[in-house]
Protein backbone atom coordinates (compact mmCIF):
# COMPACT_ATOMS: atom_id res chain seq x y z
CA UNK A 1 0.00 0.00 0.00
CA UNK A 2 1.40 3.25 -0.77
CA UNK A 3 2.43 5.72 2.36
CA UNK A 4 1.19 9.35 2.42
CA UNK A 5 4.24 11.24 3.27
CA UNK A 6 5.61 15.05 3.01
CA UNK A 7 7.51 15.15 -0.14
CA UNK A 8 11.04 15.94 1.33
CA UNK A 9 11.06 12.47 2.89
CA UNK A 10 9.25 10.28 0.00
CA UNK A 11 12.60 11.94 -2.02
CA UNK A 12 14.82 11.13 0.33
CA UNK A 13 13.71 7.77 0.42
CA UNK A 14 13.61 7.08 -3.45
CA UNK A 15 16.15 9.47 -5.25
CA UNK A 16 19.71 8.13 -5.30
CA UNK A 17 23.10 8.90 -6.88
CA UNK A 18 22.92 6.89 -10.37
CA UNK A 19 19.14 6.01 -10.36
CA UNK A 20 17.06 5.93 -13.43
CA UNK A 21 14.05 8.30 -13.31
CA UNK A 22 10.97 8.48 -15.18
CA UNK A 23 9.32 12.19 -14.77
CA UNK A 24 5.72 11.78 -16.62
CA UNK A 25 3.33 14.53 -17.14
CA UNK A 26 1.76 17.02 -19.65
CA UNK A 27 1.06 20.60 -19.32
CA UNK A 28 -0.44 21.05 -15.78
CA UNK A 29 0.37 17.56 -14.84
CA UNK A 30 4.15 18.05 -14.86
CA UNK A 31 5.68 16.86 -11.72
CA UNK A 32 7.49 20.63 -11.22
CA UNK A 33 7.28 19.98 -7.72
CA UNK A 34 8.54 16.66 -7.01
CA UNK A 35 11.31 17.52 -9.35
CA UNK A 36 12.78 21.20 -7.40
CA UNK A 37 12.43 18.37 -4.48
CA UNK A 38 14.49 16.54 -6.40
CA UNK A 39 16.97 19.64 -6.86
CA UNK A 40 17.20 20.27 -3.52
CA UNK A 41 19.02 17.09 -2.76
CA UNK A 42 20.97 17.39 -5.72
CA UNK A 43 21.61 13.61 -6.76
CA UNK A 44 24.22 12.87 -9.22
CA UNK A 45 24.71 10.61 -12.73
CA UNK A 46 20.85 10.20 -12.72
CA UNK A 47 19.43 8.70 -15.78
CA UNK A 48 16.34 10.95 -16.85
CA UNK A 49 13.41 9.56 -18.54
CA UNK A 50 10.93 11.70 -20.03
CA UNK A 51 8.56 11.59 -23.14
CA UNK A 52 9.06 15.17 -23.51
CA UNK A 53 11.07 16.69 -20.68
CA UNK A 54 9.92 20.09 -20.57
CA UNK A 55 11.35 22.84 -17.76
CA UNK A 56 11.27 20.22 -15.29
CA UNK A 57 14.25 18.12 -17.08
CA UNK A 58 15.75 21.14 -18.16
CA UNK A 59 16.59 21.96 -14.80
CA UNK A 60 17.63 18.93 -13.54
CA UNK A 61 20.20 18.88 -16.56
CA UNK A 62 21.54 22.63 -15.40
CA UNK A 63 22.25 21.46 -12.43
CA UNK A 64 24.23 18.96 -13.47
CA UNK A 65 22.49 15.79 -11.90
CA UNK A 66 21.68 13.91 -15.22
CA UNK A 67 24.39 12.08 -16.82
CA UNK A 68 21.82 10.74 -19.36
CA UNK A 69 18.81 11.37 -21.00
CA UNK A 70 16.12 9.09 -22.72
CA UNK A 71 13.08 11.35 -24.44
CA UNK A 72 11.32 11.67 -27.44
CA UNK A 73 10.70 15.34 -27.72
CA UNK A 74 12.20 18.58 -27.06
CA UNK A 75 9.78 21.30 -27.03
CA UNK A 76 11.00 25.15 -26.76
CA UNK A 77 13.53 27.39 -24.60
CA UNK A 78 14.92 23.94 -23.13
CA UNK A 79 18.61 25.58 -23.13
CA UNK A 80 19.94 23.96 -20.46
CA UNK A 81 19.66 20.86 -22.11
CA UNK A 82 21.19 22.05 -25.48
CA UNK A 83 23.67 23.83 -23.73
CA UNK A 84 24.75 20.60 -21.77
CA UNK A 85 24.76 18.83 -25.30
CA UNK A 86 26.88 21.68 -27.25
CA UNK A 87 29.08 22.90 -24.60
CA UNK A 88 29.33 20.06 -21.81
CA UNK A 89 28.32 22.82 -19.40
CA UNK A 90 28.04 21.94 -16.22
CA UNK A 91 28.43 17.83 -17.37
CA UNK A 92 28.37 16.42 -19.96
CA UNK A 93 24.89 15.23 -21.22
CA UNK A 94 24.58 11.85 -23.08
CA UNK A 95 21.30 11.84 -24.91
CA UNK A 96 18.99 8.08 -26.22
CA UNK A 97 16.48 9.51 -28.80
CA UNK A 98 13.00 7.47 -29.43
CA UNK A 99 9.47 8.13 -30.84
CA UNK A 100 6.86 8.77 -28.43
CA UNK A 101 5.34 5.59 -29.97
CA UNK A 102 8.52 3.88 -29.31
CA UNK A 103 8.29 5.35 -25.51
CA UNK A 104 5.14 4.27 -24.47
CA UNK A 105 5.77 0.57 -26.31
CA UNK A 106 8.94 0.49 -24.54
CA UNK A 107 6.87 1.52 -20.60
CA UNK A 108 4.55 -1.40 -21.57
CA UNK A 109 6.99 -3.77 -21.96
CA UNK A 110 8.35 -2.88 -18.87
CA UNK A 111 5.12 -3.03 -16.75
CA UNK A 112 4.68 -6.57 -18.54
CA UNK A 113 7.52 -8.08 -17.24
CA UNK A 114 8.69 -8.31 -21.01
CA UNK A 115 12.54 -7.69 -22.33
CA UNK A 116 11.70 -5.44 -24.70
CA UNK A 117 8.96 -3.99 -27.28
CA UNK A 118 8.23 -4.13 -30.32
CA UNK A 119 6.98 -1.43 -33.16
CA UNK A 120 6.44 -1.31 -36.60
CA UNK A 121 7.06 2.24 -37.59
CA UNK A 122 9.44 5.37 -36.75
CA UNK A 123 12.98 3.93 -36.69
CA UNK A 124 13.31 1.82 -39.76
CA UNK A 125 15.11 4.28 -42.60
CA UNK A 126 15.61 7.25 -39.59
CA UNK A 127 18.81 7.78 -37.82
CA UNK A 128 17.83 7.22 -34.63
CA UNK A 129 19.84 3.98 -34.44
CA UNK A 130 22.93 6.28 -34.17
CA UNK A 131 21.23 7.59 -31.15
CA UNK A 132 19.43 4.90 -29.49
CA UNK A 133 19.72 0.80 -29.00
CA UNK A 134 17.13 -0.64 -31.56
CA UNK A 135 17.67 -4.12 -32.91
CA UNK A 136 15.32 -6.13 -35.56
CA UNK A 137 12.68 -9.40 -35.26
CA UNK A 138 10.84 -11.34 -37.49
CA UNK A 139 7.41 -12.18 -36.42
CA UNK A 140 6.66 -15.71 -36.36
CA UNK A 141 3.31 -15.87 -38.36
CA UNK A 142 3.85 -13.43 -41.31
CA UNK A 143 7.43 -13.22 -41.31
CA UNK A 144 7.04 -9.24 -41.22
CA UNK A 145 10.69 -7.37 -40.15
CA UNK A 146 10.19 -5.38 -37.01
CA UNK A 147 11.90 -2.89 -34.39
CA UNK A 148 12.82 -4.07 -31.65
CA UNK A 149 13.07 -1.45 -28.05
CA UNK A 150 14.52 -2.37 -25.14
CA UNK A 151 11.85 -2.21 -22.31
CA UNK A 152 11.89 0.59 -19.76
CA UNK A 153 12.17 -0.21 -16.04
CA UNK A 154 13.26 2.86 -14.17
CA UNK A 155 14.03 2.76 -10.83
CA UNK A 156 11.31 5.64 -9.80
CA UNK A 157 8.56 7.04 -11.56
CA UNK A 158 7.51 10.51 -10.99
CA UNK A 159 4.05 12.34 -11.54
CA UNK A 160 1.45 14.43 -10.45
CA UNK A 161 -2.49 13.25 -10.03
CA UNK A 162 -5.72 15.68 -9.27
CA UNK A 163 -6.44 13.33 -6.02
CA UNK A 164 -5.43 10.14 -3.97
CA UNK A 165 -7.53 8.38 -1.16
CA UNK A 166 -6.38 7.76 2.09
CA UNK A 167 -6.60 3.56 1.08
CA UNK A 168 -3.48 5.24 -1.46
CA UNK A 169 -5.47 4.94 -4.75
CA UNK A 170 -4.50 7.52 -7.32
CA UNK A 171 -7.13 9.57 -9.18
CA UNK A 172 -4.73 10.94 -12.71
CA UNK A 173 -7.27 12.96 -14.42
CA UNK A 174 -6.31 16.01 -17.17
CA UNK A 175 -4.16 14.57 -20.16
CA UNK A 176 -3.05 10.95 -19.53
CA UNK A 177 0.27 11.15 -21.26
CA UNK A 178 2.26 8.60 -20.40
CA UNK A 179 2.14 8.37 -16.24
CA UNK A 180 -0.03 5.24 -15.66
CA UNK A 181 2.67 3.19 -17.92
CA UNK A 182 5.42 4.85 -16.30
CA UNK A 183 4.52 4.18 -13.08
CA UNK A 184 3.48 0.63 -13.63
CA UNK A 185 6.53 -0.29 -15.64
CA UNK A 186 8.27 1.32 -12.20
CA UNK A 187 9.90 -0.58 -9.22
CA UNK A 188 8.63 2.85 -7.63
CA UNK A 189 6.48 5.58 -7.96
CA UNK A 190 6.25 8.61 -6.28
CA UNK A 191 3.28 10.30 -6.79
CA UNK A 192 2.15 13.99 -6.42
CA UNK A 193 -1.10 15.12 -5.59
CA UNK A 194 -3.52 18.08 -5.14
CA UNK A 195 -5.25 16.67 -2.47
CA UNK A 196 -6.16 13.53 -0.68
CA UNK A 197 -10.12 12.67 -0.05
CA UNK A 198 -11.96 10.00 1.37
CA UNK A 199 -13.15 8.29 -1.67
CA UNK A 200 -12.36 9.05 -5.43
CA UNK A 201 -15.41 10.65 -7.33
CA UNK A 202 -16.22 9.70 -10.75
CA UNK A 203 -14.51 11.40 -13.46
CA UNK A 204 -14.92 10.77 -17.10
CA UNK A 205 -11.77 9.42 -18.91
CA UNK A 206 -9.89 9.99 -15.17
CA UNK A 207 -7.06 6.75 -14.85
CA UNK A 208 -7.45 5.54 -11.26
CA UNK A 209 -3.61 3.76 -10.20
CA UNK A 210 -4.51 1.13 -7.78
CA UNK A 211 -2.64 1.23 -4.08
CA UNK A 212 0.17 -1.25 -5.07
CA UNK A 213 1.74 0.23 -7.91
CA UNK A 214 2.27 3.35 -6.00
CA UNK A 215 4.93 3.25 -3.25
CA UNK A 216 4.80 7.41 -1.89
CA UNK A 217 2.39 10.25 -2.02
CA UNK A 218 2.90 13.31 -1.51
CA UNK A 219 0.55 16.36 -1.24
CA UNK A 220 1.69 19.22 -3.20
CA UNK A 221 -1.85 21.45 -3.79
CA UNK A 222 -0.32 23.70 -6.62
CA UNK A 223 -0.98 22.83 -9.94
CA UNK A 224 -3.29 24.85 -12.42
CA UNK A 225 -5.42 24.52 -15.08
CA UNK A 226 -3.12 23.71 -18.52
CA UNK A 227 -2.92 27.77 -19.54
CA UNK A 228 -1.04 28.29 -16.17
CA UNK A 229 1.65 25.50 -17.20
CA UNK A 230 1.62 27.17 -20.85
CA UNK A 231 2.42 30.56 -18.78
CA UNK A 232 4.77 28.47 -16.86
CA UNK A 233 6.73 27.03 -19.71
CA UNK A 234 6.75 30.94 -21.54
CA UNK A 235 8.31 32.37 -18.08
CA UNK A 236 11.60 29.62 -18.02
CA UNK A 237 12.12 30.02 -21.47
CA UNK A 238 14.39 33.09 -20.35
CA UNK A 239 15.83 32.39 -17.31
CA UNK A 240 16.75 28.91 -19.01
CA UNK A 241 18.74 30.89 -21.76
CA UNK A 242 21.07 32.89 -19.24
CA UNK A 243 23.20 30.92 -17.70
CA UNK A 244 24.00 33.31 -15.16
CA UNK A 245 20.22 34.18 -14.36
CA UNK A 246 19.96 29.58 -14.60
CA UNK A 247 22.10 30.11 -11.74
CA UNK A 248 20.58 32.17 -9.69
CA UNK A 249 17.37 30.71 -9.99
CA UNK A 250 18.92 27.81 -9.14
CA UNK A 251 20.44 28.95 -5.73
CA UNK A 252 16.99 30.41 -4.73
CA UNK A 253 15.93 26.81 -5.25
CA UNK A 254 18.51 25.19 -2.95
CA UNK A 255 17.28 27.40 -0.79
Known sequence: MATISALADAVDALVHDGAEIALEGLGASAPEAAAHAILRRRPRDLTLVGTVPGP???????????????FARLGPGLHRIREALVACWPTPLEIEEHTQAGMAARYVAGASGLPFAIVRGGYTGTDLAEVTRTGVVRCPFTGEELTALPALHPDLAVVHARRADRAGNVQLGGPPGLRKEAVLAARNALVTVEEVVDELGSEPGAVVLPAFAVTRIAVVPTAGPDAAADAVEAAWAPVSADRARFTSWLEGIRA
Open 56 to 70: AGDQLVGAGCVKRLV
